[in-house]
């Protein structure tokens, strides 16, 4: 009797520790570590990716290709951010409020909930495979998280998921770039290495690039989107 006890001891003993140790490494990864925007961008991340000179026609050219043969079920919205925001592994989820419904089947009433995909959100460089040699997290993507008080034109795809779930959930239609900010054009060009480019000396930037050529070609792609889009629904 006593040696059941005893092994059934040794098990909650580990299990308590397994789980102590899952939460605090959850909690590195960025998952549990936040509820707001503020709060993530508040952790002053490394900025790790950003468009180039060598490759930005690339993705301006595979954008350009996806928005010309969109696909039946993607949705086209003007959104707002509310401020929330969480982390669920690898993808952060927003929500936001739905301003307008250019294409698509989804009610202006009530607020949804957008996941990135290909990565995205707030990491512990331990679990971004970075080592930066300082103590800030990592920002994943090239494009800035979307920032609440800004309105943005939106392509999204609802998860597979809504069929069995009571609420509907969308992401991204495609990477790195789905969002365009209509707010504004703000965006400064990164001109330092990514070991020392803090997020709070770009804070407020919609694209991260290298040069200002970079910027100005994306703004131009973005321009191109939002007047077709915003002319014809």
């Known amino acids: ?50 468009f180039t000179e060598d490759d930005v026609d690339l993705f301006i ?12 079920d993607v949705l086209v919205l003007v959104v707002q951010p509310t401020g929330k925001m969480k982390q669920y592994g690898f993808s952060s989820v927003q929500e936001v409020s739905i301003l307008s419904v250019l294409r698509g089947d989804v009610s202006t009433e009530n607020s949804i909930e957008i996941a990135s995909i290909g990565g995205g959100g ?3 460089q331990e679990y971004a495979y970075y080592d930066y040699s300082n103590e800030r997290p990592v920002l994943f993507g090239m494009v800035n998280v979307l920032l609440p008080e800004k309105e943005y034109l939106v392509f999204l795809t609802p998860l ?45 930037s919609e694209f991260f690039c290298d040069t200002e050529e970079t910027v100005n070609k994306l703004l131009q792609l973005k321009h191109t989107v939002v007047a077709r889009y915003l002319a014809n629904p």
């Open 122 to 124: 707030v990491y512990s």
């Open 160 to 204: 597979k998921l809504n069929s069995i779930t009571t609420s509907p959930y969308y992401r991204y239609a495609w990477s790195p770039q789905s969002s365009f900010r209509i707010s504004d054009d703000y965006s400064v060009a990164v001109n330092k290495t990514a070991s020392d480019t803090s997020y709070e000396e770009f804070k407020g």
């Open 61 to 72: 050219s595979d954008i350009k290709k996806r928005i010309d043969t969109i696909a039946d």
């Open 1 to 50: 009797m006593k040696k059941i006890s005893i092994v059934i001891f040794i098990v909650l003993v580990c299990n308590i520790s397994f789980g102590l140790y899952a939460k605090n490494t959850y909690k590195d990864c960025g998952v549990a570590a936040f509820n707001t925007v503020d709060e993530a961008l508040g952790l002053n991340p490394n900025i790790n990716q950003i």
